[in-house]
């Protein structure tokens, strides 16, 4: 994703603690009704809409490399290419347009061409929404400057979503009696907006609406070229910037330290129940593990089949212990194999090839990557080191698993 994620590890996975050659892996299991830690929050730099001389957004990374993403005009509509935001409108059977550097939605039977409707949204049944894409899907705005033209007295208000669910109502935006309708008011009319409820919500889709309570009233989403001045203290200031600035974070599960655990999930019963441990460095590092670990861990479930996404961000390239407990399946015989996939490498989860010495942070004997083809010089980056399969009725089974890996794949089975 960002320029700061260096490694991604996928997976797939389930359960808690299990005993591998006599020595026990030690997960940090949640108990009963014990709320998950909380997220752990990774900056990932700023995006910032320019209106004006260049008409872009403008991503600046944590190492203050950019990105930008051109926006352009034709008569009336807007048309950019989403590498960093979308701009939809709403009513989705409007158009985005963009008049006099202010952005809007013309709708059908409203003047377009230079028409003032076309840079604004007029009443409550127009509005803009904006959603981080391409290079920065998956990213949340934690804090946001928005540079909004108020007319007619018009109250703004702002809803924010993440992962396409609703989180917050923003603050509103209250213009009163100092909106000016004039097309030379200059910043009269402008206003530095922070519409961000809380801190803890985080958005990737901001949806721009005029309030029921003011039905004559209309905005356009602007970028400075006639913005107020960016708030003292606030990050448009420290960026020398006037323009609609976003503020990026990345969401993690948590951090997990070496030997140390992530959080269990699934429930062995609807999904996949999954641990992962963190073992030695060595691949890299010859054992020195120096580094936390960010991390999310999921687990989901289809009718047909069952995973459980392992995520994780590091310089380094760790090993790792998992531990499964799959959901019940049907009963097959032979037992259905463990699929994998890095990407490079995909097939069924082989048993590891024997132990070679101790692991350094959980003191577990160390498995050996399978080589496939044998004598082929090529290891898979993952295998298995205990399974057992129990019959839980007619035709349902429940498979258990303890694995081994140092690469970035995704497991499945049936469901």
Request: aromatic share 8%; glycine share 14%; with cysteine.
């Amino acid at each position: 994703m960002g320029i700061h994620t260096l490694s991604r590890k996928r997976v797939l996975a389930l359960f808690a603690g299990v005993l591998i050659m006599g020595f026990l892996v030690a997960p940090a299991n949640l108990a009963a009704g014990q709320a998950p830690p909380p997220p752990v929050f990774v900056d990932r730099g700023v995006l910032i809409l320019e209106l004006g001389a260049v008409d872009q957004f403008r991503y600046i990374a944590p190492d203050a490399t950019e990105t930008t993403q051109a926006i352009t005009t034709a008569a009336c509509k807007v048309s950019t290419s989403g590498a960093l935001a979308t701009l939809s409108p709403i009513p989705s059977t409007g158009t985005v347009g963009m008049f006099a550097d202010g952005i809007g939605v013309q709708t059908k039977g409203e003047k377009g061409g230079n028409g003032q409707p076309c840079g604004q949204a007029n009443g409550p049944s127009e509005g803009l929404i904006l959603e981080l894409a391409g290079q920065l899907a998956g990213y949340e705005v934690d804090f946001s400057e928005l540079d909004i033209e108020g007319k007619f007295n018009v109250t703004v208000d702002f809803g924010l979503y993440r992962d396409g669910s609703f989180v917050a109502n923003g603050a509103q935006l209250t213009t009163g009696t100092n909106s000016d309708s004039g097309p030379d008011s200059g910043d009269g009319d402008n206003y530095r907006h922070l519409p961000d409820a809380a801190p803890d919500d985080h958005w990737d889709e901001m949806r721009i609406v005029v309030a029921g309570t003011t039905p004559s009233g209309a905005f356009s989403l602007e970028g400075g070229a006639d913005g107020t001045a960016a708030e003292p203290l606030g990050l448009g200031a420290s960026l020398g910037t006037t323009g609609s600035v976003f503020k990026l974070v990345e969401r993690f599960d948590g951090e997990v330290d070496c030997g140390g655990s992530t959080i269990t999930v699934g429930d062995s019963t609807n999904t996949a129940q999954a641990t992962f441990t963190r073992g030695d460095d060595d691949a890299v590092k010859g054992g020195d593990c120096q580094q936390l670990i960010l991390y999310n861990l999921d687990s989901t479930a289809s009718v047909d089949d069952q995973t459980v996404t392992f995520e994780f961000e590091t310089e380094e390239a760790p090993s790792w212990f998992g531990t499964f407990t799959w959901a019940p399946e049907p009963a097959s015989m032979p037992v259905d194999p463990t699929q994998f996939d890095d990407g490079a490498t995909s097939g069924d989860l082989l048993w590891c090839d024997g132990f070679d010495g101790i692991d350094g942070s959980t003191g577990n004997p160390k498995p050996v990557l399978p080589e496939n083809p044998p004598n082929s010089g090529e290891f898979d980056p993952w295998c298995l080191i205990e399974q057992t399969t129990t019959l839980l009725g007619s035709n349902s089974i429940q498979v258990t698993q303890t694995i081994y890996g140092e690469s970035d794949p995704s497991f499945a089975r049936p469901k």
